[in-house]
């Protein structure tokens, strides 16, 4: 499985949009890339994934690079319950196990 | 739907002791697993299941027994606790789409 690399932690002003980056320079052509967030010590949240092309949804837009070796997460407009654990995983499909890294810490200031 | 159930919440054992963490879930959801969550760390898999009667190891599987006899439920055996499997549990189930759905987990301390 290819792996991931994430800064360990980030900080955002309330309201502005954070961006997360992700790293996974080793990724397979038929692997997509999820984001799961952990708030506190609930359990992980769905975000969104993506194969190749941009992303968006309610929470967040995913944006993928051309050759795919990297990816970034935004938070359009951070609010201070977006303050979380972000994880950023790498996958076949819908049907491969999801391997969790240790994330990025992100803290959503007023 | 109650989504993904975990029971119990909290959880103190012995070393040497054996229990099981119970995992259910209502959406008729295919794929099942477990992971384990230490203090500052991600996720790991212990066990998963892609449908009843079919397990599978994950990550990091010893002193862990699963069994899948229905889709709903997925319970996860510790055989005799060590105070290395003081953690905190989460269950997870998915059906045919992109979204795994976690449940609350369970807190287990072994002393």
């Known amino acids: 499985d290819a792996k991931t690399t994430q800064p360990p932690s980030m900080d955002c002003a309330e309201g502005r949009a954070a961006n997360l980056p992700c790293n996974h320079s080793?990724?397979?052509?038929?692997?997509?890339v999820y984001w799961y967030r952990q708030i506190h010590s609930q359990g992980p949240q769905y975000i969104i994934h993506?194969?190749?092309n941009n992303e968006t949804n309610e929470m967040a837009s995913l944006i993928i690079t051309e050759d795919r070796k990297s990816s970034t997460l935004i938070l359009p407009h951070a609010t201070l319950r977006d303050t979380a654990v972000y994880y950023c995983i790498v996958r076949v499909g819908n049907t491969d196990k999801l391997i969790f890294g240790t994330g990025t810490r992100l803290q959503v200031f007023p | 739907n109650a989504g993904v159930t975990q029971t119990p919440k909290f959880q103190v054992l012995k070393t040497g002791q054996s229990m099981t963490l119970q995992c259910a879930q209502d959406m008729n959801h295919e794929y099942m697993s477990w992971y384990r969550q230490d203090p500052g760390m991600g996720l790991r898999l212990i066990h998963y299941?892609?449908?009843?009667?079919?397990?599978d190891q994950g990550e990091v599987p010893n002193g862990y027994n699963v069994s899948r006899s229905t889709t709903e439920d997925f319970p996860l055996r510790l055989l005799s606790a060590a105070p290395s499997q003081t953690s905190v549990y989460f269950c997870a189930s998915q059906k045919n789409t992109y979204e795994q759905y976690f449940g609350p987990g369970t807190r287990l301390t072994v002393t």
């Open positions: 993506g194969l190749k």
């Open positions: 080793t990724i397979s052509g038929n692997e997509y």
């Open positions: 299941s892609v449908g009843a009667g079919i397990t």
